[in-house]
């Protein structure tokens, strides 16, 4: 079950004005589920978007590069589930575009203004006619309030829809920011399986919008992993209506930092609940890498940790099996690494030091915070001062079986 | 349970003149299992050794280098169970150097003379009283014939022991080859949470085996995963007692490929052995990636095929779900891949090309191979002319259940 992962609900999810949302049933994989969500937005929005660095990545995710850089103005996208459309060529850049014809010339715009998303099973031809033929009811029951069906509807192995509202004043005007995400397995650094969507009514420059979504993405979904996977499709994608009636913030503007912020508090709150609801996932466990060098060898670090099938089980099982830790540090790729000068603590817990066990720690202080749902891992290099935070959850049975049924 | 590993008999390991093998149980961690073992080797051996590249080394691996670089003559080894004797700083070199020091009087050797040998949980304080007290036993029940015994002895989370003999000529004269191997899980590239001894009664020169050693584990342990977790113990190592009878083999012998090649095929045996009594196996798997630019690269797809979780748990479930071994391909970090122009085949089956499913590929091919307990997984990148293999497992119920209970 997702850890700490609050139920959602639908009052809780602020509508974004100049943003709807529609959905189908197009029984693209399963019967009975919300598997096409269409997103429009109002005249003069700014979208900006971030997409997997896989060589493989998607034919939706090819055709949204190609869309965004068109600079034609965005008007609507167009999520379906069930099916990833990647690895699946030439045919699978046709069916991506079928879609955002379809939707383009049901809403009287042109292909170019049209954003395409995909999740699911790679390597299956997408069956883009029911996603065609369910445009029309998607489009119909299309509204504001609707971002819990919107968030239930980009879901495929994740338990519980993932969304959040914030809300800010720029300006004296009220500002509002919601989010959702999806994913749950193929997780990791450079964006997880997953799709993410971001947005706020605030008035913002192309420019600023392109600067928070790449400082956001930094500081969330590039933090997490739940089994090192790079997915084919991810996409995350900042949508800026710029209705909310204050001046427009640009990356000079006094309110920049502000709304910065304040997004990247929602996106990082849509990237920790991805791990929250982790493929299996019983625990929640921040690993915190300090005084390094500089900030890549603290990723390294703290991903080293993270993949570590062996601490994942560990930590399944409330074992403060800590040696594996250690392992993992000394084989993170840091050639130069001093091990006798580090400490790791478990929590508040000093638990080595001096590349051995720290003379005050008693296994029974290790027991009880690994019983915990929330678990921080602090590694502290002592070599700097840089440092890097990375999100992830611990690896059960449920993960095996999860992706060992997950087509069938 | 293991794949596709004989049933080990004493009598099909051979003897090695000048090795002699004994073994204890000290009740390291567990009562009545073998966890301690004595190697002795006769007056005149050749030793060399490979170790973890594992910036948190054990404490027995930097005493191994240590005695290895005084250019003392190698008579006895001491391997313990039950503990690593990693994480455990200045007090575990003290313990890894007094179990030196008392095999070392007990045979009237040098403790230079001694490697120490460990593996177990980590961050524990080695029990090296336990150990002493049982050396005497140890030395009592050394014979040439027990191997098995002594492949017994060093296994922790093994199934099975691991070894294997093979014997060819040189100068007329038969030479034969021993070896045993344990590991079964954080095995990764770089050496294996494994042990692994390799005995010859070849004549052989220091350079020689040195060079046979390197070139073999490239080609052997180097190649293997089960959980990319890099052990802070690995060792291998390799003895030729010089007692054949034949000339002495030097690098630029006649016979020197052919007695490399044959140590090679035993340490292939041995590593694979590991693997296929990897932690929770229940399939063998061959990552084979070919055409690629340099040997790098094609180590990079075939790591990142064989670490992800994503495809071990397919394998394990015999779900041709392979999109996941395109998605592991294209985030395997060839940053300039074109994934138009590479070829997937599982087994004989081309399954993709073009970017896409191959025309010809039928899914029923794919699930019929999937169910086989030996699986080729080959990869064309079609943009060179080097190769790769890797070896691994999949990934079960059983691993996570065998690493949540390590400990307890």
């Known amino acids: 079950m997702p850890v700490n992962l609050p139920t959602l609900s639908a009052s809780s999810l602020l509508p974004i004005n100049g943003v709807t949302l529609g959905f189908a049933e197009a029984h693209i994989r399963k019967p009975n589920r919300k598997d096409v969500l269409v997103i ?20 939706p995710v090819i055709v949204c590069k190609k869309h965004l850089a ?31 014809d379809a939707l383009a010339r049901l809403l009287n715009l042109k292909s170019e203004q049209v954003l395409p998303f995909s999740t699911g099973v790679i390597l299956e031809p997408l069956p883009v ?20 069906n919107a968030a239930q509807a980009i879901m495929t192995t994740d338990i519980v829809p993932k969304a959040t509202s914030r809300q800010l004043s720029i300006g004296g005007k009220t500002v509002t920011i919601t989010g959702m995400s999806k994913g749950s397995g193929m997780i990791h650094p450079n964006m997880a399986t997953m ?15 392109d600067a928070i979504i790449h400082y956001a993405v930094n500081k969330s979904f590039n933090c997490i992993t739940v089994d090192g996977d790079t997915s084919t499709n991810d996409s995350f994608i900042m949508m800026a ?54 900030e890549a060898e603290c990723r390294k670090v703290a991903y080293a940790i993270a993949h570590s099938p062996l601490i994942k089980t560990a930590f399944f099982a409330s074992d403060p099996n800590l040696g594996r830790i250690l392992a993992a540090i000394g084989y993170a790729g840091i050639d130069d690494l001093d091990v006798s000068k580090l400490s790791l603590y478990l929590g508040d817990v000093l638990v080595s030091e ?16 690994m019983k915990e749902a929330e678990i921080l891992v602090r590694v502290v290099l002592n070599r700097g001062e840089e440092a890097a935070t990375v999100w992830t959850c611990d690896f059960s049975y449920d993960y095996v079986k999860i992706n060992a049924d997950y087509r069938s």
């Open 40 to 59: 429009q937005l109002a005249e003069g929005s700014h979208v900006a978007g971030v997409f997997t660095q896989n060589r493989f990545c998607a034919a």
């Open 70 to 100: 068109s600079n034609s103005e965005i008007r609507a996208l167009v999520v379906n589930t069930g099916n990833a459309n990647a690895g699946t060529g030439e045919s699978g850049l046709q069916h991506a575009n079928q879609s955002c």
């Open 354 to 369: 001096n590349g051995g066990i720290a003379a005050s720690y008693k296994e029974a202080q290790g027991a009880a915070i």
């Open 195 to 209: 799709l993410g969507y971001l947005a706020t009514d605030a008035v913002i420059s192309k420019q600023a919008l």
């Open 129 to 148: 006619d029911k996603i065609i033929a369910h445009l029309p009811t998607a489009i119909k029951n299309a509204q504001a309030d609707n971002w819990l």
């Open 241 to 294: 209506t710029n209705l909310a009636g204050h001046a427009e913030v640009t990356t000079s503007s006094e309110d920049f930092i502000a709304l910065r912020d304040a997004m990247t508090d929602v996106a990082i709150e849509l990237a920790q609940a991805i791990v929250r609801d982790g493929e299996g996932a019983t625990k929640f466990m921040t690993i915190q890498v300090e005084a390094g060098k500089n």
